[in-house]
């Protein structure tokens, strides 16, 4: 599964998640539910999948992504769908759904990077089970030729 696949899975699974969450509390219109699973996917992949889960692990980008999705689906809910309170409750099942999705997601990639780091160890040629590496050398003295 390469990188088009993966984009495709978090834009499917947040429709999933969006179609539950705003159809339950709202009458929000197919196009709402679309743009905001686009958007949710794109901020998601980039700042998720691509820079804070390769820095800093799975859990924070877990959490990274929920508070992502509230947030985006809170600010622009309560604008485009004119109710304040009542969103939270949306983005909240929203961001739960999209969490749950992205564990199975972010275990899939970090096997992926796993597999990549693996193949580069095994063509530095060095053994990967030495900590350490050594250089040895003869000391040579300085010449006298600057007297």
């Known amino acids: 599964m390469n990188q088009t696949m993966i984009f495709i899975l978090k834009f499917v699974s947040s429709l999933i998640a969006f179609a539950i969450a705003l ?12 743009s905001f699973s686009l958007l949710v996917t794109v ?9 804070i889960l390769p820095r800093l692990g799975n859990r924070n980008a877990l959490i990274a992504d929920f508070f992502l999705v509230y947030a985006s689906v809170w600010v622009f809910g309560s ?15 929203a961001a739960g759904i999209i969490t749950l999705a992205e564990v199975f997601v972010h ?8 597999a990549r ?11 990967p089970k030495l900590a350490y590496g050594m250089e040895i050398a003869e000391e040579r003295e300085p010449t006298k030729d600057w007297e």
């Open 23 to 34: 159809d339950l509390f709202f009458d929000a219109t197919f196009a709402d539910i679309l």
């Open 43 to 51: 901020m998601s992949y980039l700042l998720g999948d691509r820079m």
């Open 117 to 127: 780091e693996k193949e580069k160890r095994g063509e530095s040629g060095m053994n």
């Open 79 to 93: 604008v485009l769908l004119n109710s304040y309170l009542q969103i939270a409750w949306g983005s909240i099942i």
């Open 107 to 114: 275990s899939y990639l970090l096997n992926r990077m796993e």
